[in-house]
């Protein structure tokens, strides 16, 4: 018998439900005891905030999106900003509280679901002494050591399902239009997306952009009697000069900046380049809403099964991966040691280039 708290950190990905669904059910079947931190940390901090699930609480829940525990981008107990009587922010460390809860409570393992943000925090308690697991979470695919995070797939459809409906509306007025799409600083879902949903430019944080190529690839189209063309930025990146784009740190606690912008500043470069009829548009937090994929949920509940499996083995500290296909521990250390790029000799890349894709810098081995 096992007392298991699940949580689940960061920004929410289509699948988190599903991990739970999985966790929850296979632990009812072993006799064991699941609950949930809400929040992230919360319910170790506040005993309202820690739910015991059980099957009925989780019925139907691999289909949808969120998270029925709520997350948070802004809750790093090791470094929390909290307001003293005299207004004054002041950051304070509760890890020390919530290792003692976690004990005083008696659990023996907790189920952390995050990127690399959330595992950092994971991996911490780990070297305080709690037995963790990690569950590699995240749209922007950019967790090193498992080829695929869950939310990645569905977040690459809902951007297709876009660029898709932007081409009748481009076409029907000749125009560019830009689209920003999520990834932080990797670019998988811009290149996914883009391959798959006809962009004729992709711009990635990997390869950094010059907006002559970028004109010359939508005058091109002009010359070939292609009249509209379909420029997917990512929001990470960056021009050949380095330049980067965004909105500051936004709310008190985030330890990322908010980015953005990069989009409307390559459609007023286009515009003025081209004088052609240019809009822009981000699409932002719906890649992370709606129901997860079939791929996304297969994954989810794969995961969650693989996680209670390395409970069961006592193999702490380490995040489930898939790898070629099957389901493999890795030390939480290694995934977040740096966040995964697109590889630059991919097929992936070498696929939107061989179709004629500009990916915003002078294609190599061409004049
Ligand atoms: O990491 C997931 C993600 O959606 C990124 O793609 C994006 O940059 C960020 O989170 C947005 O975070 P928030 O919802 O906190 O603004």
């Known amino acids: ?26 632990c009812y079947r072993k006799g064991w005891e699941v609950y949930g931190s809400k929040n992230g940390y919360g319910g170790f901090l506040d005993i309202d905030e820690m739910v015991r699930l059980y099957p009925r609480d989780v019925e139907g829940i691999y289909s949808t999106g969120g998270t029925i525990l709520g997350s948070t981008s802004k809750g790093n107990p ?29 659990f023996d393992c907790h189920i952390a679901i995050g990127g690399d943000g959330s595992l950092d925090i994971a991996h911490k308690f780990a070297l305080k002494g709690m037995p963790v697991i990690g569950v590699p979470k995240t749209i922007d695919n950019d967790l090193e050591e498992t080829d695929r995070t869950f939310g990645f797939d569905t977040a690459v459809s809902t951007a ?51 907006m002559e190529e970028v004109c010359e690839k939508i005058s091109d189209n002009e010359l070939h009697d292609k009249h509209y063309s379909i420029v997917v930025v990512a929001e990470g990146a960056v021009t050949k000069d380095g330049r980067n784009f965004n909105k500051g740190m936004g709310e008190l606690g985030r330890e990322e900046v908010i980015l953005g912008g990069v989009g409307e500043w390559v459609a007023s470069e286009i515009r003025k380049k081209t004088d052609k009829d240019t809009r822009s548009l981000v699409l932002g937090h719906l890649q992370r809403g709606g129901s997860p994929t079939t791929f996304d949920r297969l994954l989810a509940l794969r995961f969650g099964a693989a996680a209670v499996r390395l409970v069961q083995e006592k193999v702490f500290d380490h995040m489930v991966a898939l790898k070629n296909g099957i389901m493999v521990p890795v030390p939480i250390a290694d995934a977040i040691k740096r966040r995964k790029k697109v590889d630059f000799s991919s097929d992936k890349i070498r696929t939107a280039r061989d179709i004629g894709i500009c990916l915003g810098d002078k294609e190599p081995g061409v004049e």
Request: a neutral charge; aromatic letters at 6%.
């Open 1 to 26: 018998m096992k007392k298991i708290v699940v949580s689940t950190g960061g920004g929410d990905a289509p699948g988190l439900n599903a991990v739970i669904y999985s966790v929850v059910h296979i």
């Open 78 to 106: 090791f470094a929390r900003p909290v307001q003293n009587l005299a207004g004054e922010i002041q950051i304070v460390d509760v890890s020390d509280k919530i290792l003692r809860n976690f004990n005083r409570m008696g």
């Open 160 to 210: 297709t399902e876009a660029l898709d409906k932007l081409h009748s509306t481009a076409k029907s007025h000749n125009r560019v239009m830009v689209v920003e799409v999520m990834g932080r600083d990797s670019g998988w879902i811009a290149l996914y997306s883009g391959i798959s949903g006809g962009a004729d430019v992709i711009l990635i944080p990997e390869i950094p952009f010059d």
